[in-house]
């Protein structure tokens, strides 16, 4: 938490000083500014989903022909990775984790998303340096996209035992390959162990990259965003202002094709992570049925 002294709340077109941590509002150290973002981003979601399928028909709205387009196609995305047996189970969660990542991307790009809040200064458009906007982008905020990362990978450790089981997946990550006997089976079975103490290595290691990948972007473009709409400051408050509104404008764009791009590379790599641990439970299945 900043030290700085909180002043009266200042409107201001521009974030000069982007933080990497989230702010604590109302006093609490659970309940941050990106927990407010998070919080509204999915009673939004919550929301426009209860009223789209609320009173489902034959012919559909276009709320509910909206909502079934964009499950379908997800659902076609995910079965395409994982396979049809696999994809009943981890849909809701992969297709959950989609829309909460994307929407709260698109969320901060909001007009006054970082840039309202408290700061030195006194005045419409006057304030020197924001240390504590009122709102902040969750991706943004490592914390959130950790606890995304980690509750993904609870679950997968889930659908991974309950698909191929335990004994299943150490036999997969430790067990020796190639079918060879006498001393090269012997040298097998330990160069296939420590193999496999890598790969649990790199299983643990995907909960640091997940989050930092997406942390990394969402934070990136917001710096980017934020410095681009300060070149202009220091004059008028009327050049501050427009300077600020509308040189950013073109890399809005950008930052919406990335927002996409985030949600979706964090999904399928989540999908793929499936993928890899429960489909070697069908190839046992089928070998030892052979």
């Known amino acids: 938490m900043s030290s700085l002294p909180l002043q009266p709340v200042s409107f201001s077109p521009l974030l000069a000083n982007v933080h990497s941590y989230a702010s604590e509002l109302f006093g609490s150290q659970v309940f941050t500014n990106s927990t407010l973002v998070a919080l509204i981003v999915t ?146 079975v330990a160069i296939f162990f420590f193999v496999g103490l890598i790969e649990v290595f790199s299983i643990v290691f995907r909960n640091v990259t997940l989050p930092m990948r997406l942390f990394g972007n969402v934070f990136a473009g917001e710096n980017v965003l934020h410095n681009i709409g300060a070149m202009l400051d220091g004059g008028n408050w009327l050049v501050s202002f427009l300077g600020s509104t509308f040189l950013p404008l073109p890399f809005y764009f950008l930052e919406l094709l990335v927002g996409l791009l985030q949600a979706m590379v964090f999904t399928l790599l989540c999908a793929v992570y499936v993928k890899l641990s429960t489909d070697h439970g069908d190839e046992h299945h089928e070998d030892a049925h052979h």
């Open 43 to 188: 009673g939004l979601v919550l929301w426009f989903t209860r009223k789209a399928t609320k009173s489902m028909t034959m012919v559909p709205g276009k709320e509910q022909n909206f909502i079934e387009f964009v499950v379908e196609f997800l659902y076609g995305q995910v079965e395409g990775i994982v396979g049809p047996k696999v994809a009943p189970r981890c849909f809701p969660l992969l297709a959950t984790l989609f829309l909460f990542i994307l929407i709260s991307n698109w969320f901060g790009l909001i007009p006054g998303v970082g840039t309202i809040g408290w700061g030195e200064g006194s005045g419409l458009f006057s304030v020197k340096e924001m240390h504590e906007p009122l709102l902040r982008p969750n991706t943004a905020d490592l914390n959130m996209t950790l606890a995304l990362a980690l509750i993904f990978f609870v679950f997968w450790i889930y659908w991974t035992v309950t698909e191929i089981g335990l004994w299943g997946f150490l036999v997969h990550t430790f067990g020796p390959k190639g079918g060879l006997r006498g001393i090269m089976g012997m040298v097998m």
